[in-house]
């Protein structure tokens, strides 16, 4: 199971920057979507390396999860996918799911292949 650590409570000028990159990286003018951007960390005890991503939340549209799944590879990704969901629909109160994957990672075929018994990119909760 995941724990978030949901950076947005007291947010630091860091986590403005880090909600701040990781839009501009998925909406490169985005910009103005900021103000509705809640930068996140997600881990697991057992996992190694957190996820990293964040909440959107735009005026009239539903509450978004978006994570980073550049450490897709080192966790089991079919397990994370299932916690992923439970997170952002129990705790995070979202309506959807956006994993996010490059497409230079030497291993999104890899990555792809996993998630093809769940045929997913993003998911409606």
């Known amino acids: 199971m995941f724990a978030q650590r949901d950076r947005s409570i007291s947010p630091s000028l860091m986590q403005q920057k880090d909600a701040m990159d990781f839009l501009m990286t998925l909406f490169p003018t985005g910009l103005g979507a900021l103000p509705y951007a809640k930068s996140i960390s997600i881990s697991a005890p057992n996992m190694g390396s957190a996820f990293n991503g964040m909440v959107l939340e ?29 997170l952002a629909d129990d705790q995070l109160e979202c309506s959807a799911l956006v994993i ?9 075929g890899e990555i792809l292949h996993s998630l093809m018994a769940f045929v997913l990119v993003g998911l409606e909760i």
Request: no cysteine.
């Open 58 to 86: 735009l005026p009239g549209k539903p509450r978004t999860l978006y994570v980073d799944a550049k450490n897709a590879e080192s966790v089991s990704l079919r397990e994370s996918v299932v916690a992923l969901l439970d």
């Open 100 to 108: 996010v994957l490059e497409r230079s990672s030497p291993a999104l």
